[in-house]
């Protein structure tokens, strides 16, 4: 279907292109460039009947055809249902490691017009723009169509104040469907993820744009970069690291062999290059931004230790990359628990929610307040799969839970979003933190809750019914804790910029 949209709509902040300009020069001379998504379950391209045909396939298929004579390396890092918190938690390993020259960020379905989402948005933006190699960063806001939403508020005020590019799918796309050019199932099956033509018309958006940029390329130095302004939020979140099991022992295992790449990488700057040879002029180039990022983690280990008592390694490899419940720790009973000690301001548990119910059930104390415990309840009421979970336990150093405000329960998380926003004017400073994640109990059965479930031994045969709630029972779903996420003010920060 030929759909008319008048994509200029869609550029809704020109920003600073100057460091898109560069990269295109560069593809114009035939270079390497490697073109990024970071985002959630769009970028990854849920309901496109192909891979190649998502908006993000689209829009590396853009710079493949606008610069032929270049190498154009496409890299797809979307993650289905998750928010900018995880984005920034996972950029550095998912997009900057990978020595990104171009990023297109896209979370503002999965985000809230919130201050948290403010702060964690504001951290992702911030750690692109200041990681080496100075990325071209563009940011995509979609939108619900059946209810026009979108985090495009606060990420649209975050995008203006740093002067980024920015593509707006609402003033485009959406805004034309309102006028009865077309219906949203023209465009959406779901009013949330797009269809075939809904991926094309947000790459042609995108494309618009880019030829607009490519327009203003010309030759000559572009003017030196100013420093990045204050932030606008407590930034708490730029340095945000992520955490599983296999990271304390990998570091350490690739500590020393990394040492020569990285202090080859180290040192290239400020030497002459006749020091090195053409062969290691290269790898230092190649490894920099890698070796940079190594160091840069391995220094956010200090003062961070995990214990466990009965949650144990997850070390079985990921079958492909979106495969993100593999890599934490997992407990099998009440009484496990283990125990996490940091130095930082801001603390969440990513663990998988699971709809093979009944689940175990977990809480977190801090620094031994049992009367203010967080509750991370691994049974999922839904029916479209297990979700993948990131529960704030610490924000600004306070603690995050539904019963600290009146008349709401601890099972309600959803309350405690609203509870991030109320600390939004406490400065946070990184202390010294102990959290405990203790197994609590197992979630109701939803045989006894909705009658006769027929449940099959391994030969196939039907189990008794009188035995079907004891075997139930006695075999709860896991409780898989995915990783940790841990921050701190930018000043004193856990991590350093990568």
Known sequence: MDLMIDYKKGMVNHGDCSRFRKVMQRAQKGEEIKVAFLGGSITQGYLATDKELCYAALTAKWWKDTFPQAKIDYINAGIGGTTSH???????????????????????????????????YEGLVRKILNAPGKPALMLLHNVIYNTGYSAEEIHGEIGRYYNVPAVSIKASIYDQMLTG???????????????????????????????????????????????????????AYEDCVRFQSADFKAHEDQYEDRKETASLA??????????????QIAQGKDKERIATAFFAAKESLKGISVSAEGFEEDRLPKRYYTDSFRGGWSAKKPGDEIKIRFTGSEFAVQYRRTVKRPALIAEAVVDGDTLHTVVLDANFHETWGDCLTITPVLRHGKIVTGQTR??????????SMEALSLLRDEKPVAEEHEIVIRITGVGENPAQQDGFALIQDISGGAKKEEE???????????????????????????SQDI
């Open 86 to 120: 995880f984005g920034v938690s996972r950029v550095a390993y998912s997009v900057l490691e990978q020595q990104a020259d171009v990023i297109f960020v896209e979370f503002s379905v999965n985000d809230s017009n919130d201050e948290f989402f403010k702060e964690t």
């Open 181 to 235: 050019a077309f219906g949203s199932r023209d465009v959406t099956e779901d009013d949330l993820h797009p269809n075939n033509t809904g991926h094309r018309l947000i790459a042609e958006t995108i494309g618009y744009f880019l030829d607009e940029i490519r327009k203003e390329c010309v030759s000559g130095e572009e003017k030196e970069e100013k420093p990045l302004p204050a932030p606008l939020t407590m930034n």
């Open 266 to 279: 180290l040192h290239f700057d400020g030497a002459g290059q006749d020091e090195f040879s053409a062969e």
């Open 406 to 415: 009146e008349g709401v329960t601890p099972a309600a998380y959803e309350t």
């Open 468 to 494: 079907k709630d004891t075997v139930a029972a006695n075999e709860p779903e896991t409780f898989d804790l995915v990783s940790i996420l841990i921050s701190g003010p930018a000043e004193e920060a856990v």
